[in-house]
């Protein structure tokens, strides 16, 4: 172990798994931070985040909840821990200098997966930058599929952090929606053809012209059965994320023609 490594806060170190000096002769813990967050992250799988409190991780590891205490310094920091292990490690991405945009958009879904996956994750509250290996590789793929643009480093972090928010977004009205719609056993494709029956008989030209010409148009008959039953191809999802992008490359051609010109300063940032 480096000196640096020696010299980490607590909850830095259990973040990162840092191996912590031995304390004497014996047999190693039963128990360790691994063991603890990974249970919790189970229990938050299988029956949400309510399910993954500290005494129902103790219950299920069957010790004492005081006993997590050496492992887990609180319940904020057993949620960022939990936050970090869910997310794995990211996806291989496109680096060359024209496929960013590819790159980008591989990241991004690949967090929508997880979300989907794990829809208890995008409900944890956001305290701080990246701070995890995970959450730090995941940072490390996304500068990677921006490595050939000329963006500053303040706009490489602000497109990935605008993307991510998107994702959360996403993520969280597509739980809503199911949620709102859960006691109707309608899908939703169902959903959006009952609303646009409804709607259409109380809506007049005269009083919301452009409201009835929309539902006027078909739109909310034309999902076929099943559109939105992969979320890396929900037409929504995938039209908010193409528009993200299309944003990102406006500062991406921005700060190209800035180092072409010899400009300095202008156009590198979103």
Known sequence: MSADQEEAPAELARLWRLPVSASGLGRPAALDTERVVRTGVELADRDGLPGATLPKIAKELGVSPMSLYRHVGSKDELLVLMRDLALGAPPEVETAPDRWRAGLRQWTVAQR????????????????????????????????????????????????????????????????????????????????????????????????????????????????????????????FVFGLERVLDGIAVAVDRARTAVETGATGEGTTL
Do not use: C
Not at 149 to 158: P, Q, R
């Open 113 to 236: 997966l997880v979300n989907h996956d794990r829809p208890w994750l995008p409900r944890l509250p956001i305290a701080g930058p990246p701070m995890g290996p995970h959450e730090i590789a995941w940072m490390e793929a996304g500068l990677s599929a921006l490595s050939g643009t000329e963006l500053d480093w303040a706009a490489k972090v602000g497109s990935l952090t605008l993307l991510s928010g998107y994702v959360r977004h996403a993520s969280l009205l597509a739980q809503e929606h199911a949620q709102g719609r859960s006691e109707t056993g309608l899908s939703q494709e169902e959903t959006e053809r009952a609303y646009g029956r409804t709607l259409a008989r109380l809506i007049t030209p005269d009083r919301f012209p452009q409201v009835a010409l929309l539902f006027s148009s078909g739109l909310f008959e034309a999902a076929p059965d099943g559109a939105y039953d992969d979320p890396a191809t929900d037409h929504d």
